[in-house]
Structure formats: C-alpha cells, structure tokens
C-alpha cells in the first residue's frame, strides 16, 4: 500500500529586503487581490474572500507588512513599500488581469502600487472606505483633518494601544456611537484581535502613512475600470475629502455611496458590498 507523502504547502513569500508576508490564495478563476485597512490584516476582508471564491474567482488576501501574521520589520512601514511588497506578491503568483481593491489604508496602498507600477496586470480597482487622495488638512487640501487627529491616535497608541482599538470598534468604525445602533461585540473582538496581532511600531508607523501620504499624482493614473464605495456616515474617513474627491480625479469610476454607512462597511454592509463587488467583477 502506498502512502501519499506530505507535501509542504507555502503561504508566505520574501520580499526583496526580506520581510515574510503572509497571503491566503482562495478559490479558482480570474484573480482578485484584496489590501487591508489598518490596524487590521487579510482576515478583515473574510466575508468578501469568502463570498467572491464562491462565485468563480481566484481571491488573494495578504497581510500588510507588520500586521497579521507577516514579519514586523522595524523600519519600511510607508505606502511605497507597501505598494512594493503587494506588487511582490502579485510577482510572485504571477497573477494577471489582477482586480485590486483595497479597504481605507489598503485603499492608499493600491493606489500606490498604480503609481509606483502601472496597471500592466491590473483589470479593474477598487477603492472601498479608502482614504485617497489625501486625508490629512493642508493648504492644498483644506478639508481634511487637522494634524492634532492623527497626534492623538499616535498618543492614544504609545499609551494604551489596546484600549485604542477598543474604542475605536465599539465606536465610529462600524457607527456603534450612533443613537438607535445595533452593536455586535463580535466585530469588536475581531478588530481588536486584528489590531493587537499587528506590531506596536508598524502600527505606530502607519498611522502616517495612511494620514499624511497624498495619492492625488497616483489616482490621476488611474486607467482601468474603478469602483469607488463609501459610506456618508463614515467617521474615520470623511466621504467629502475622500471618495468625492477621489471622484473628481478618477471621473470613469463609479461611485457608489452607502447611505447612513459607517467606515467598517465591509462587516455591516457586507452583503451589498459582495453584491456590488461580484456585479463590478462580472461587468
């Protein structure tokens, strides 16, 4: 009697300045690639992943650099090495005509990746609760938040990160602050599980990337089909400075707004995000 050999199976790769990120490569068809929000990981977009292989696509989630089960490199935590290392992973599985979404942070790192890498393998974007172009208050951009927001998440982290992500979830993420809400403590516990697995300083470190880091140069390259979905009640990523103003520089893109939506839209509103997603796919 033969006995079937165990074969190790590969859920990492190594970028080129050695930092392991950890993906997940679910279902068969043409391929998806889906990028976290912060402080989160792949697990995050679970319920999309879960939804989209059902239907007939090959879905690839990946954890950011020094989040999830990826390594903690001390330094790097910005939106081009972000933007790199995806561009590593799609490399890697040599996937092609690639639909790319990315979720509010993961948002700001496909746009990136389109500005540092083109869309020679992409079909179509995504860019869901996300925060381009630009998220923090300039001159240029007068209606963005002002630095002290981004100061008191930095102060917040250094001092008890833990009961940052805790309050952040029980409150303006999924609109549990909101007179009349319904609150799930299960998606509490899962972002503050996700949160916690992420490594204190590439947490730390990404709270700027996400805020400070303009994608206006990189929507403008934007030249594949684009879906842009935002919540009006998004507290965390404003819809007027982000997909309205995304709208304005992607004009092709549809733009598709969640009345009454919170920013975690992707856990409260995830059967009309699958839903439009899966018809975006299949258009």
Not at 197 to 204: D, E, L, M, P, S
Not at 255 to 283: C, E, M, R, W
């Amino acid at each position: 009697m033969s006995v079937t050999p165990v074969k190790a199976t590969v859920s990492t790769i190594t970028t080129r300045d050695g930092v392991a990120i950890y993906f997940k490569d679910w279902g068969r068809g043409p391929a998806v690639v889906l990028s976290h929000g912060w402080p989160l990981s792949s697990d995050s977009w679970e319920s999309q992943a879960f939804h989209l292989a059902s239907n007939g696509f090959r879905v690839v989630t990946h954890d950011r650099r020094g989040h999830g089960r990826s390594s903690q490199p001390w330094d790097g935590n910005d939106m081009d090495h972000y933007a790199d290392d995806l561009a590593q992973v799609i490399e890697a599985l040599d996937l092609r005509d690639v639909s790319l979404f990315g979720f509010s942070t993961g948002g700001g790192e496909v746009a990136r990746y389109v500005g540092r890498h083109g869309t020679g393998r992409i079909k179509k974007l995504g860019l869901i609760s996300a925060v381009p172009p630009l998220m923090l208050k300039t001159d240029k951009n007068p209606g963005g938040l002002p630095i002290e927001v981004f100061d008191g998440l930095r102060a917040a982290s250094l001092a008890d990160r833990s009961k940052l992500y805790r309050d952040i979830a029980s409150g303006p993420f999924f609109g549990f602050n909101r007179p009349g809400a319904t609150v799930s403590q299960g998606m509490i516990d899962a972002f503050w599980l996700q949160g916690m697995q992420a490594g204190h300083k590439n947490a730390y470190d990404s709270i700027a990337a996400f805020s400070a880091t303009d994608f206006t140069e990189d929507l403008k390259t934007f030249d594949r089909p684009t879906l842009i979905v935002h919540g009006d009640d998004d507290q965390i990523v404003p819809i007027d400075a982000s997909a309205h103003a995304a709208k304005a520089l992607v004009p092709h893109a549809v733009l598709k707004v969640y009345a009454g939506a919170p920013h975690g839209l992707a856990d409260t509103h995830k059967d009309q995000l699958n839903n439009d997603i899966l018809a975006f796919l299949k258009s």
